[in-house]
């Protein structure tokens, strides 16, 4: 427990009476209108919905009152943007601000049927939100609101209740893993940085999110980065670390802008500061932008772009655990995880402990992208099947076609076919079909999908993302990336195919970090469910799927 | 205080301290492990992967450049799959930049082609991606080649650790990485280079050479760097 | 005794490679007794014969005609040899590639100071794209890398090669030299 100091009111019960004063003000409000101010529907024009929400909302008399909020991230960014009306719990899809008048007009009675989208489906009851709980019912730049909401009371449960040998006990015993990809035990790594040598202890939030088609973290960002905030904040007093930093990708200035605001705000409320909440622990939290490097969110990459230096991954160990930011402990953890923590306080790690599966506990988030009905943000419990996450709660493939694979783990990830769509959803049984859970990205392909083509098209991200500094993945993935183009124009040979073999394995045990031995994940992991196809494009001089424009073989061995 | 340690490496029994790396250790004993990156008096960077061994008990291989000894450590550098690997790294190399040895003013004292006989490298299985780069005869006295570059850093190394210059650093990424001079700025207009030639004199290639060179002339001194660095120490401590 | 049928053959190369083979100098009358030689820019048979058992091959693929002969030259040879660091890996003639063939045709014959500019067509063979090393073309057996390689080496390998066996060139020659 942290020493208290004698106060004339203690800080928690002015946090109480903040928490009191926003409820109460809120009250004032027959009606709450959220507008999703997420990226996503920002992207399709949210603000203007919400302007003209304001705008009506000001000039006409609505009995009881209303209020208008940005923020509330309900994760169907297909329906985007959205609008949510509370305490009714009504949810509308694809709102242009001429739907608003109808919306308001029918506020308190039945929704306005061509623009309700009901939440008693399978997309909403399928899901379990810890990470996302408060996703969608919160202002995303009040931090009154995540507290009148509860937020922050786990803080300063850690602080007032627990010592952080207690606090990181709990998180070990609720069995959470990073949510970064790799899924290396919380617990131990906190116990890690805890036991470490050393006065200076640092701890770094990893919201370089960089996997195409995932936007898990910059959803905790951009929509409730308070929460984001206090899990730091609890793990900072965990390991005995007085410094944090939040390093964010310079691709989300809406997260930069939020996570700041929400820092500046915590301080203000001496939730981050010295002498948090009037105890003796002092913490205090920067932001740090990346400057578009992927390989930055590989984490002594990261760490070395903090420190100033070229983001490049050095060889460990030694682990950042104990030698991290300028030599000093690190507690490195990503967005999802720190944002799971107040929750595992809160409830207790039993409570965690009892969702998911025997070695992969909780939820997790994930960003369904590609040939689905629903994509948008979701989150499931571990051990969930593939199949639910596809049929249930993305409403399956549109237009009618047949699935053809799920692709996880982005760039570093592999592909699930469909032979594997009963495939429990955890750390492990994706590992074993050669895929990973990865940080949440899921991108559904259909028949129409040629898996050479998107084998390919990781190559070449792995490729232009890698740092240059060992030669497997600086030169190993342009060889294997040529490759796959040759096999795609039709001018490869089974010999190439060999070859391509060979190069992914090298690539995978001699390159340097993860990323590079990740990166022929999705080559590997095509050829071993869509072997056929790499044949098809090779022998018969033909794409199943027509995607690739084959040309007559140029120069290719004759064999004698 | 340093306590000595008995490991295996390829079978044989070695003693060694166990500050040592793996590399020392084998070197120390007469064992060879090839290497690019790596040169004594530098901070060592694990980057070439040519140096990756084999340790019981560990699945992953690991750089012996920066891995300590440890007791009771059984180290295999020589295995097939080993040596099958360093041949691919190497001949990445060749493919990668425009290695053109005849015409080289290395020739004859050259690592990566050294490396290329002692693997038995009689030819490259892959294609070479043929980069068109540039030549930097804007120095007077030197000239920097990108076209044989190997981005072993080395250079920016001795330039920032030895003469305290940082006048290398590389910039851009992947494929596309190079070496540049200060904010890169021809070598000729750096600011910050002294002229000191410690750069040209670790370079494994035919990238930094003297000029004035024909092919085959270029000879390396390289003894004074364990003495700078040795030097640097006695007067630090 | 029957002798064993040897070419060599001349691609996109300097003859260097040819050149060497001739320091074998009086041995190359041992080897006489052993081999004909029935193809070879220093022969005048103009037509490869159709079972040759080792050909040695010197120069790198720069064109069209290049490409004609090295595939016909293949179909009749028992043994490939690419002999030397053109055949091997492209060498100085693949200097081109950085920038492309038309650019280097362009240079050559488009420059302003000529009087004729004008990139000759007819009689010459098209450049390939891209100049190859041999083996990106057909099979090849024995690489000699070295450039060029030394007569020494040639007349090993070429002596191996006669009494059946693979040639161990380790520390014997390498790229450059």
């Known amino acids: ?560 | 205080m340093s306590g000595v340690v008995t490991l295996k490496i390829n079978g044989q029994d070695i003693g060694a301290h166990d500050e040592e790396s793996i590399l020392q250790a084998a070197l120390d004993n007469g064992i060879e492990i090839p290497t690019l990156c790596d040169l004594p008096g530098l901070s060592r960077i694990g980057a070439c992967r040519l140096c990756l061994v084999e340790i019981a008990g560990n699945s992953n291989l690991v750089p012996a450049c920066i891995t300590p000894v440890q007791e009771d450590m059984v180290v295999t550098t020589d295995s097939e799959r080993l040596q099958a690997y360093r041949r691919t790294i190497v001949e990445l190399l060749f493919a990668e930049g425009n290695h053109v040895c005849s015409v080289c003013v290395s020739n004859g004292a050259c690592e990566l082609q050294d490396l290329a006989e002692t693997l038995g490298i009689d030819h490259l299985r892959l294609p070479g991606l043929h980069p068109a780069r540039e030549v930097d005869a804007s120095h007077e006295r030197f000239i920097l080649d990108h076209n044989r570059c190997v981005l072993c850093t080395r250079c920016v190394r001795v330039c920032d650790e030895v003469e305290g210059a940082h006048t290398w650093d590389v910039t851009a990424r992947g494929i596309e990485s190079q070496i540049i001079a200060d904010l890169n700025v021809a070598w000729g207009d750096s600011e910050s280079c002294t002229g000191c030639n410690k750069c040209v004199q670790v370079c494994p290639t035919g990238a930094l050479v003297d000029k004035g060179r024909s092919v085959g002339e270029m000879r390396r001194r390289r003894e004074f760097l364990p003495y700078l660095t040795m030097m640097r120490k006695e007067n630090g401590k | 005794m029957t002798r064993a049928k040897l070419a060599t053959v001349w691609l996109d190369g300097c003859s260097g490679c040819h050149m060497s083979f001739l320091d074998i100098d009086e041995r190359l009358l041992a080897l006489a007794e052993s081999i004909e030689l029935v193809y070879s820019p220093l022969v005048d048979n103009k037509v490869f014969p159709d079972d040759v058992d080792v050909t040695l091959v010197e120069g790198s693929v720069s064109n069209q005609d290049d490409l004609d002969k090295i595939r016909h030259i293949r179909q009749r040879t028992r043994l490939l040899v690419s002999l030397g660091d053109c055949a091997v890996m492209g060498n100085v003639p693949a200097l081109r590639n950085t920038i492309g063939g038309d650019a280097v045709l362009r240079r050559v014959y488009l420059a302003p100071d000529l009087t004729n500019p004008a990139i000759p067509t007819a009689g010459v063979p098209s450049l390939l794209p891209e100049v190859l090393p041999v083996h990106r073309v057909v099979k090849v057996d024995v690489f000699i890398p070295g450039c060029p390689p030394s007569a020494e080496v040639i007349f090993y390998a070429v002596g191996e090669l006669l009494a059946g066996r693979q040639p161990d060139l380790t520390d014997k020659t390498r790229f450059g030299a």
């Open chain 1, 1 to 560: 427990m942290s020493t208290r100091r004698p106060e004339h009111r203690l800080p928690e019960d002015e946090l109480e009476l903040v928490s009191q004063q926003e409820q109460e003000a809120k009250q004032q409000y027959r009606h709450h209108v959220y507008v999703c101010v997420g990226a996503a529907c920002l992207s399709a024009g949210s603000a203007d919905v919400q302007a003209r929400l304001e705008a009506e909302v000001a000039g006409r008399s609505i009995a009881g009152g209303c209020a208008v909020h940005g923020g509330g991230c309900r994760g169907l960014c297909v329906a985007g943007p959205t609008v949510t009306i509370e305490p009714d719990n009504v949810l509308y899809g694809q709102i242009k601000p001429d739907d608003v008048a109808d919306i308001l007009d029918n506020l308190g009675g039945q929704p306005v049927e061509r623009l309700h989208r009901p939440t008693d489906k399978p997309f909403f009851m399928r899901q379990q939100r810890i990470v996302l709980e408060l996703a969608g019912k919160v202002n995303s730049e009040r931090i009154e609101d995540y507290l009148a909401n509860g937020g922050y009371t786990s803080l300063i449960k850690a602080l007032h209740e627990m010592t952080p040998a207690q606090v990181i006990n709990e998180i070990s015993r609720s069995g959470l893993r990073g949510r970064g990809g790799a899924g290396f035990p919380t617990g131990l790594k906190w116990r890690t940085v805890a036991k470490a040598e050393g006065d200076v202890k640092y701890v770094v939030c990893n919201g370089d999110e960089g996997d195409p088609g995932a936007f898990m973290d910059r959803s905790v960002m951009d929509d409730y980065p308070f929460r984001l905030l206090e899990g730091i904040t609890i793990a900072a007093y965990a390991v005995g670390a007085q410094q944090g930093f939040i390093y964010i990708r310079a691709e989300y200035p809406l997260s930069v802008k939020r996570v700041q605001n929400a820092i500046r705000q915590a301080r203000k409320m001496n939730l981050i500061g010295d002498q948090v909440v009037g105890t003796s622990f002092n913490f205090d939290l920067k932001v740090r932008v990346g400057a578009g490097a992927f390989v930055c969110g590989e984490e002594t990459a990261l760490l070395a772009s903090i420190e100033g230096q070229r983001g490049q991954p050095r060889p460990r160990p030694p682990y950042p655990a104990t030698s991290g930011l300028w030599g000093h402990p690190t507690l490195i953890n990503n967005v999802e995880t720190f944002a799971n923590v107040p929750a595992i306080i809160r409830n207790g790690a039993a409570w965690f402990a009892g969702i998911g599966t025997e070695q992969s506990k909780g939820t997790k988030v994930f960003a369904l992208t590609g040939k689905i009905a629903h994509s948008g943000l979701i989150e499931v419990p571990m051990g969930i099947t593939l199949r639910e996450i596809i049929y249930d709660i993305g409403g399956g493939i549109p237009n009618g076609k047949r699935f053809k694979a799920a692709q996880t783990g982005g760039p570093s990830g592999g592909c699930i076919p469909e032979s594997h769509l009963d495939i429990s959803v955890d750390y492990e049984a994706l590992a074993e079909i050669g895929s990973i859970m990865g940080s949440g990205g899921m991108i559904i392909m259909d028949e129409d999908t040629c898996m050479v083509d998107v084998a390919k098209y990781f190559m070449k991200f792995c490729m232009e993302e890698s740092c240059g500094k060992c030669i497997p993945c600086r030169v190993g993935t342009a060889q294997i990336y040529h490759l796959l183009e040759k096999i795609t124009q039709g001018a490869a040979t089974m010999a190439d195919l060999e070859l391509l073999e060979e190069l992914c394995d090298v690539v995978k045990h001699t390159s340097l970090c993860g990323l590079g031995q990740a990166a022929p994940n999705p080559v590997v992991s095509t050829l071993r469910f869509f072997r056929d196809e790499y044949i098809a494009h090779i022998v018969d001089g033909h794409c199943p799927t027509g995607i690739c424009p084959l040309q007559t073989p140029q120069n290719a061995i004759e064999e004698s």
